[in-house]
């Protein structure tokens, strides 16, 4: 049986985009008919990296490619504006997360999308991280949930704070194992070397009565990725950067309590493979994606929420450290 390739493009081919190109290099499933990028000399040096033609304007890619489907990895500001054009033309979407600036314009999106029936995906790309997706299965009632992602600082990033950068990672993860609405936020950051926030705490109340609390910072000195799920009887530690899994279980027996430790073993991979592959999927068989525009609209109005408290109780000025 023939293989029916999907015609994919790639706007923005900068730290992660490149990374898109060069996924859907190895799908077999998906053509990767051109990239995209205003900087002309990345995108010359990228599409000669990989053997595909390279263009300076989404316009040219959809007159002489005529691509299927876009992966959209430009800075957020552009979100919209790229993805709105590329939907307009009948195009399917991966957009990375945060999905949009405004949630009036997530909305929008969607409206498109659906209007066209078109696959619109967000890149929260943590949700086909090999541990996440093997706890997804296995969370029953959580009651607590610890993440912390922090880091050395790093100038690549300097268009968003903490909070839109890595904070909105943590906040699509905790807001899909929890099957509750929000009841509360209480959030806190400030800002250190940049001009945004760089450290930002937040803990979330669910109306069941789950609570969440979410670090993350840029200017930590050692790299942490990792969020501590609690249950009644068990405690599941889930590192993001390994992809493994470690249960304590707690065993009620005659003699009292017993702890169990249990490493689960399970298949891993590339999470931005699986999520690639899990898009141009969803586009052949015109489903719907595992994180749709709902999910990052809701992910986006909670960190937006986060961002207003930090900003609205942070004093104005930078923190310059010695």
Do not use: W
Not at 70 to 75: E, W
Not at 158 to 186: C, K, Q, T
């Amino acid at each position: 049986m023939e293989i029916e390739f999907k015609r994919v493009g790639v706007i923005g081919v900068g730290h992660l985009g490149q990374h898109h190109a060069r996924v859907y290099t190895e799908l077999l499933d998906a053509r990767l008919v051109g990239i995209v990028d205003v900087d002309e000399n990345r995108a010359q040096s990228i599409g000669e990296n990989l053997g595909v033609p390279c263009y300076t304007s989404m316009e040219e890619l959809f007159e002489r490619q005529n691509p299927e489907a876009l992966s959209i990895v430009v800075p957020t500001s552009l979100h919209y504006s790229v993805a709105i054009r590329a939907l307009e033309r009948g195009v399917h979407v991966l957009i990375e997360k945060p999905v949009t600036t405004r949630p009036s314009e997530a909305e929008e999106l969607l409206n498109i999308a659906a209007r066209k029936n078109l696959v619109l995906q967000v890149g929260h790309i943590e949700r086909f991280n090999s541990a996440v997706r093997h706890i997804s299965q296995t969370v029953r009632a959580p009651i607590y949930l610890e993440s912390k992602r922090v880091g050395p600082f790093s100038p690549r990033i300097n268009d968003v704070g903490v909070v839109l950068d890595l904070m909105i990672h943590d906040i699509d993860i905790v807001l899909s194992l929890v099957p509750s609405e929000i009841s509360r936020i209480a959030a806190t950051g400030c800002r250190v070397l940049t001009e945004h926030e760089d450290i930002a705490s937040a803990q979330v109340t669910f109306e069941n009565g789950v609570m969440a609390h979410i670090l993350v910072s840029r200017v930590a000195e050692k790299r942490m990725r990792q969020v501590d799920i609690m249950e009644r009887e068990r405690h599941i530690t889930v590192n993001y950067e390994t992809q493994d899994v470690q249960i304590h279980r707690c065993v009620r027996d005659n003699n009292g309590v017993t702890e169990i430790l249990e490493r689960p073993v399970f298949p891993k991979s590339e999470p931005l493979k699986l999520e690639l592959a899990h898009f141009i999927g969803c586009v052949r068989e015109k489903r719907q994606p595992l994180v749709g525009i709902r999910d990052g609209k809701r992910a986006l109005e909670v960190a937006i929420e986060v961002l207003r408290q930090i900003h609205h109780e942070t004093p104005q000025r930078r923190i310059v450290c010695a």
